[in-house]
């Protein structure tokens, strides 16, 4: 087959996926996103049961990654410098980068800092809001809510919702005898 037929039959296959993306779940997507199954990507992490990394996600290192996990699309998941550990249900939603190593005090001191390092864990049961940033050494909770475009340089307890740039504990998560959730704000 030459570069020309396969060139052609590549734009022809991905036609047909873009439209049966669209017309089955009314999206567009990235080209890797289409030929790529998030859920394959999982198994290939070796991430727990019923777990989905998308194509667009970069994963380093030691990253272990639980059952019913959704790591969204643009994000970076950063163990090269320490194990980042990631709960049950648990969702990264677009755009987090989370890291285990700070290479900040490094280049302001002109190399005379190492690199910070450390490691990371986010509970079960959590949500990290779209395009938050978390940085090594830090825990987060379990059942805990971070606010999206949220900076986490400390560590969150568990039924915790925070949010901000550094982020705050803003509210707790309700877990009912049901087992539903609620939120309580904070004044």
């Excluded at 864990?121 to 090594?136: A, F, K, L, N």
Aim: with cysteine.
């Amino acid at each position: 087959m030459s570069n020309e037929e396969f060139a052609e039959l590549f734009e022809t296959y991905m036609a047909h996926k873009r439209d049966e993306m669209k017309e089955k779940y009314n999206r567009v997507l990235p080209s890797g996103e289409l030929i790529f199954n998030r859920f394959d990507k999982g198994e290939y992490l070796k991430c727990g049961e019923n777990s989905s990394v998308y194509d667009t996600s970069v994963v380093m290192g030691d990253v272990v990654i639980g059952d019913h996990v959704w790591v969204g699309p643009y994000t970076l998941l950063d163990g090269s410098s320490g194990k980042l550990e990631i709960g049950d249900y648990t969702s990264i939603d677009s755009g987090v980068m989370i890291y285990t190593h700070d290479s900040t005090k490094n280049y302001v001191s002109g190399g005379v800092n190492p690199f910070e390092k450390g490691d990371v864990s986010i509970g079960s049961y959590t949500v990290v809001g779209s395009m938050s940033i978390i940085t090594c050494g830090v825990s987060v909770g379990s059942h805990c809510v971070i606010g999206a475009n949220s900076f986490i340089n400390k560590d969150v307890p568990d039924y915790s919702i925070v949010a901000g740039t550094p982020a705050k504990i803003i509210g707790k998560v309700i877990i009912n005898d049901e087992g539903e959730a609620n939120f309580e704000y904070f004044q």
